[in-house]
């Protein structure tokens, strides 16, 4: 599995490795938005960040849930694996 975080040049990333089926893990998620983006693109695992999504004032475990009820209603059954805990 390859950590590749989500950014601009790592969303390039992500695509490119998912194209050749390569597991990858998207690091650094603190918002829906990333999950759904990092998803979409193929990676198969998500790492939200809880300690420092929670230092940035982000309700980090309602963001989690956030980004579990859009990924399914989106059909996109990442995994999320908590981080930083």
Known sequence: IIKIP??????AA?????????P??????FKTQ???IAASLGAQYI????HHMDEQGIN??????????VLENQGLYTEIMAASV
């Open 6 to 11: 989500v950014i601009t040049e790592g969303y």
């Open 14 to 22: 992500i695509s490119y490795l998912a194209k050749k089926n390569i």
């Open 24 to 29: 990858v893990l998207a690091t650094a998620v």
């Open 34 to 36: 990333q999950a759904l």
């Open 47 to 50: 790492a939200p960040y809880i």
């Open 60 to 69: 980090s475990l309602r963001e989690i849930e956030n980004m579990l009820v």
